[in-house]
Protein backbone atom coordinates (compact mmCIF):
# COMPACT_ATOMS: atom_id res chain seq x y z
CA UNK A 1 0.00 0.00 0.00
CA UNK A 2 1.24 3.46 -0.96
CA UNK A 3 1.27 6.05 1.43
CA UNK A 4 2.76 9.63 1.65
CA UNK A 5 2.73 11.84 4.56
CA UNK A 6 3.82 15.78 4.47
CA UNK A 7 4.81 17.22 7.52
CA UNK A 8 6.39 20.28 8.61
CA UNK A 9 3.18 22.76 7.84
CA UNK A 10 2.76 25.41 10.52
CA UNK A 11 2.26 29.49 11.21
CA UNK A 12 4.81 31.54 10.05
CA UNK A 13 4.96 35.80 9.39
CA UNK A 14 5.66 36.74 5.84
CA UNK A 15 9.22 36.78 4.66
CA UNK A 16 9.80 33.99 7.10
CA UNK A 17 10.66 30.46 5.40
CA UNK A 18 9.36 27.19 5.96
CA UNK A 19 10.71 23.38 4.48
CA UNK A 20 8.35 20.81 4.12
CA UNK A 21 9.07 17.41 3.88
CA UNK A 22 6.64 14.12 2.12
CA UNK A 23 8.14 11.10 2.63
CA UNK A 24 6.78 7.81 0.23
CA UNK A 25 6.42 4.31 1.42
CA UNK A 26 5.14 1.22 -0.32
CA UNK A 27 6.48 2.16 -3.60
CA UNK A 28 9.60 2.48 -5.93
CA UNK A 29 10.46 6.11 -4.91
CA UNK A 30 13.22 6.61 -7.92
CA UNK A 31 10.91 5.36 -10.30
CA UNK A 32 8.51 8.18 -9.32
CA UNK A 33 8.34 11.53 -10.38
CA UNK A 34 7.44 14.26 -7.11
CA UNK A 35 5.40 16.97 -7.32
CA UNK A 36 4.13 19.89 -4.34
CA UNK A 37 0.23 21.08 -5.07
CA UNK A 38 -1.68 23.65 -3.03
CA UNK A 39 -5.37 24.07 -2.10
CA UNK A 40 -6.53 27.68 -0.64
CA UNK A 41 -10.39 27.81 0.35
CA UNK A 42 -12.36 28.67 -2.27
CA UNK A 43 -9.13 28.02 -4.86
CA UNK A 44 -8.89 24.91 -6.84
CA UNK A 45 -5.91 22.71 -6.58
CA UNK A 46 -2.67 24.37 -8.01
CA UNK A 47 0.74 22.64 -9.36
CA UNK A 48 3.61 24.15 -8.15
CA UNK A 49 6.38 22.57 -8.64
CA UNK A 50 7.41 19.25 -10.16
CA UNK A 51 10.65 17.11 -9.82
CA UNK A 52 12.14 13.94 -12.30
CA UNK A 53 13.29 10.87 -10.66
CA UNK A 54 17.16 11.56 -10.23
CA UNK A 55 16.60 15.63 -9.13
CA UNK A 56 18.24 16.67 -12.35
CA UNK A 57 14.96 18.61 -13.82
CA UNK A 58 12.85 20.97 -11.91
CA UNK A 59 10.19 22.72 -13.05
CA UNK A 60 8.14 25.78 -10.86
CA UNK A 61 5.18 27.76 -11.28
CA UNK A 62 5.59 31.63 -11.81
CA UNK A 63 4.04 32.39 -9.06
CA UNK A 64 6.86 30.51 -6.64
CA UNK A 65 9.68 30.77 -9.10
CA UNK A 66 12.96 31.75 -7.28
CA UNK A 67 11.25 31.78 -3.80
CA UNK A 68 10.37 27.76 -3.59
CA UNK A 69 12.92 25.36 -4.09
CA UNK A 70 11.98 21.54 -5.03
CA UNK A 71 14.79 18.89 -4.12
CA UNK A 72 14.35 14.80 -3.37
CA UNK A 73 16.63 12.39 -1.24
CA UNK A 74 15.76 9.05 -2.91
CA UNK A 75 17.66 7.40 -0.09
CA UNK A 76 15.29 8.25 2.23
CA UNK A 77 12.10 8.61 -0.04
CA UNK A 78 11.74 12.37 0.37
CA UNK A 79 10.72 15.19 -1.36
CA UNK A 80 10.95 18.24 -0.04
CA UNK A 81 9.91 22.38 -0.69
CA UNK A 82 12.20 25.10 0.72
CA UNK A 83 9.57 28.05 1.11
CA UNK A 84 11.39 31.43 0.99
CA UNK A 85 10.26 35.03 1.55
CA UNK A 86 6.52 33.46 2.50
CA UNK A 87 4.03 35.80 1.31
CA UNK A 88 0.29 35.65 2.48
CA UNK A 89 -0.86 33.97 -0.05
CA UNK A 90 1.16 31.29 0.09
CA UNK A 91 -1.22 30.35 2.80
CA UNK A 92 -2.86 27.07 1.78
CA UNK A 93 -2.91 23.20 2.27
CA UNK A 94 -0.19 22.32 0.91
CA UNK A 95 0.34 18.02 -1.03
CA UNK A 96 2.89 16.38 -2.66
CA UNK A 97 2.10 13.46 -5.11
CA UNK A 98 3.70 11.06 -7.24
CA UNK A 99 3.61 9.58 -10.91
CA UNK A 100 5.52 7.03 -12.59
CA UNK A 101 7.43 8.80 -15.35
CA UNK A 102 8.87 12.51 -15.79
CA UNK A 103 7.58 15.96 -15.37
CA UNK A 104 6.07 16.52 -18.57
CA UNK A 105 3.82 19.58 -20.09
CA UNK A 106 1.20 18.60 -17.70
CA UNK A 107 2.98 18.40 -14.86
CA UNK A 108 0.70 21.22 -12.94
CA UNK A 109 -2.28 18.77 -13.95
CA UNK A 110 -3.23 16.65 -10.63
CA UNK A 111 -5.22 14.33 -12.69
CA UNK A 112 -1.86 13.35 -13.85
CA UNK A 113 -0.72 12.48 -10.60
CA UNK A 114 -1.15 8.73 -8.91
CA UNK A 115 -0.22 8.97 -5.77
CA UNK A 116 -1.23 11.95 -3.06
CA UNK A 117 -0.26 12.74 0.52
CA UNK A 118 -3.19 14.12 2.89
CA UNK A 119 -1.68 17.58 2.94
CA UNK A 120 -0.42 19.72 5.15
CA UNK A 121 -1.50 23.06 6.53
CA UNK A 122 1.05 26.22 6.17
CA UNK A 123 -0.22 29.46 7.61
CA UNK A 124 1.32 33.07 7.05
CA UNK A 125 0.21 36.05 8.98
CA UNK A 126 0.85 39.64 7.58
Known amino acids: QVQMAESGGASGQAGESLRLPCTAS????????MAWFRQAPGNGREGLSC????????YYVNSVKGRFTISRDNAKNTVYLQMNGLKTEDEAMYFC???????????????????WGQGTQVTVSS
Open 26 to 33: GLTFDDHT
Open 51 to 58: INWNGQNT
Open 97 to 115: AGKPLDCSGAWTSGNAYKH
